[in-house]
């Protein structure tokens, strides 16, 4: 199983507040991934990094910003959260900056912004 | 730039056999399949390389046609646990390497 690790899995904030989006793997692996999917929809990609401070934006705009400073960590924040960020975020990784590797996910946090 | 999957349900009875289908109108270089079930992670379940190299590691199996820019997933024999939403994603050109899904495929495997 991959070894890649989200935290909170659930978080239920106000809107304004500033929040952090975990993520965390234990692979090595180079390239990593935020997408966000609302419920029984696709997954779109907001952010995506190739090593460290290495960070791109995807193809869903997104007021979120992520940081790469160690390899194995790549969170996300939100300065001033708002309802119509409720969501679910999915990190991901893979080992090769190419796709012939499957991506590993993680188990996702669960946002509601109140 | 978004592959089309379809159907975008089906409901079997344990035993029978499905085909899900993902098409691009870009060439594509590579197709994923991913299986997510409802409040867990997208699982991998294949990749199909351009060129035909074939990788998974269930017992599902996948074809990749490049000139139909076109790639199907075969589920045969059913399983309960084969219950969840499937998803496609593609890589083509446009795509900085980055892997682009299909709105997903709800299967339903009854007993």
């Known amino acids: 199983e991959a070894d890649i690790y989200q935290t909170p899995r659930y978080l239920v904030i106000g809107t304004g507040k500033k929040i952090t989006l975990e993520c965390s793997q234990t692979m090595g692996h180079d390239k990593m991934y935020w997408y966000q999917q609302d419920p029984g929809m696709e997954l779109h990609l907001i952010h995506y990094?190739?090593?460290?401070?290495?960070?791109e934006k995807g193809d869903l705009s997104s007021e979120s910003t992520v940081s790469r400073i160690r390899t194995e960590h790549f969170p996300l924040t939100l300065e001033s959260a708002r309802p119509s960020h409720t969501s679910q975020y999915l990190c991901?990784?893979?080992?090769?900056?190419?796709?012939?590797?499957?991506?590993?996910f993680g188990n996702g946090t669960r946002l509601t912004v109140t | 730039q978004q592959p089309v999957q379809s159907p975008q349900a089906v409901i079997l009875r344990e035993g029978e056999d499905a085909v899900i289908n993902c098409s691009s109108s870009?060439?594509?270089?590579?197709v994923h399949w991913y299986r997510q079930k409802h409040g867990e992670a997208p699982v991998f379940l294949m990749i199909l390389l351009k060129g035909g190299e074939q990788k998974g590691h269930e017992k599902i199996s996948a074809s990749f046609n490049e000139k139909k820019q076109q790639s199907s997933l075969y589920l045969t024999a059913s399983q309960l646990s084969y219950s969840g939403t499937y998803f496609c994603g593609t890589e083509n050109g446009g795509s900085q390497g980055n892997l682009i899904f299909g709105k997903g495929t709800k299967l339903s495997v009854k007993p």
């Open positions: 991901a990784s893979s080992p090769e900056v190419g796709l012939n590797s499957p991506l590993h």
């Open positions: 990094s190739y090593g460290v401070n290495s960070t």
């Open positions: 870009k060439a594509l270089y590579s």
